[in-house]
């Protein structure tokens, strides 16, 4: 949005004043968690939080099942071809080729893997590779969605720590050498930042010092640059992407100092580009490391499992969430163009100082479309709402919110395209109400108008 509109537009939702900003953990389910150890993505596709293996407490039982988080319970999978058992390998969901990406492991007769596999919500492929690292246990992985490859970090391998940057295009891997990067290390968290476009990596633990590391570091795709420390010395602690509050979150984790007695933590924090800040909770999750973490589609932060201690798993998931939640709920009807029915989604949701993402859908192939922003769904201008645009040439159409902010953009090649308001970090924002509809304008249309409407949205700004 043009910023002088913005601004106006901002001060006119400007209707609430914030109280103290906080976020809340809450029990999702109190049993059914996958085993500590394993390794974990977010299918964003099929919103599940998808596990695989992962070890008793001890760490000496090995499992080979997937599991996955539908948003309400735990369902477990065993599909005849599928990875040996194992515990500390890494995945990610890559999100361009729709499939779940593993790599590496140990197994209970500690036998390093070094086998690439793929799942795909119903089946493992075993997709070969002329290049590949070298088997490993413990690496971090997370999805560069701003470059499509899947980047892997380090890990311990048989003769040690490694400190290597590997990235998966869907076909091969193929190892980076930049003239900087972190220490060998193992059993670190790595998540990518969306919003800054780099994959941070913190802590981990280094095998020959015997103790845990408490260093930040990012990776743009082309080199690594270290940033603030903040949690302390961590390893196994379970770092997620908060699309929505636009910051890392880390949770738990194990710490080893040097010389000293291991402790498993429970604080949580966050990372904003710059800075790690922690967070207090009326509520937390039960100290662990070995967990498994993603963000569901009801924006909550997952904590699921891990290990409370040397030899104790833990059963429940833990949902983090702000207490003041943006939302963008659907309502009224739509109507459609020539190619189908006219929708708007909320890739993210809006929050005081992040970006509010809102894509609009069902127009024409590189075709115009118009997202309107409102503050009022009631009237415009006078004239009670919705207006029924079929006396105006648009039949089965009506016009749900006030004409405010008309604002046009260009639909891509499959008739979609999207506006981003990166809403003011201003806390006086937070509970106001503002309505949103879409728009295409659509020449095969045998109607007058030419114009088809989405359902609108009522939206509540969120605090972080």
Known sequence: MPAPTLLRFSA????????????????????????????YAMDTARQRLVTFGGASGS???????????????????????????????????????????????VSGTNTLSGDTWT??????????????????????MAYDSARQVVVLFGGVTAIGDVGETWE?????????????????RTSAAMAFDQKRGRCVL???????????????????????????????????ATMVYDQNRERVVLFGGL???????????????EWNGTT????????????RHGAAGGQDASGRILVAGGANGTSVATTETWGLLSAQPGTANAFGTVCNSSTGPVTTQALTLPYVGAGFVLRLGGGPANGIGLLIYAVDATQWAGTP??????????????????GDLPLPLLLDATGQGALTWNLPNTSSLAGAVFYTQGAVLDPGLATPLQLAFSQGRQCTIGLP
């Open 12 to 39: 006119a939702t400007a209707l609430a004043t914030a109280a103290a900003a906080q976020v809340n953990w809450t029990v999702t389910t109190a049993n059914g968690s996958p085993p500590p150890f394993g390794a």
């Open 59 to 105: 760490g000496t039982g090995q499992f080979d099942a997937v599991n996955e988080w539908n948003g309400t319970m735990w369902l477990q999978a065993f599909p005849a071809f599928r990875p040996t058992a194992r515990r500390r390998a890494a995945m990610a969901y890559d999100a361009a080729r729709g499939n779940c990406v593993l790599f590496g492991g």
């Open 202 to 236: 913190f802590g981990g633990f280094s095998t020959s010092g015997n103790q845990t590391l408490g260093d930040t570091w990012t990776w743009n795709g082309t080199s690594w640059s270290t940033g603030q420390s903040g949690p302390g010395t961590l390893r196994a």
């Open 119 to 140: 799942w795909n919500g119903t089946a493992w492929s075993l997709p070969s590779t002329t290049l590949a690292p070298a088997a490993r246990a413990g690496a971090a």
């Open 255 to 269: 710490r080893v100092p040097a010389g000293g007695s291991p402790s498993v933590q429970s604080a949580t924090w």
């Open 385 to 402: 709402l919705p207006i029924d645009l079929t006396p105006l040439g648009a039949p089965g159409c009506s016009l749900l919110v006030a």
């Open 276 to 287: 790690w800040t922690q967070r207090t909770t009326a509520a937390s999750p039960t100290a």
């Open 168 to 184: 998966w295009n869907g076909t091969t891997w193929n190892l980076r050498a930049p003239l900087v990067q972190p220490s060998a």
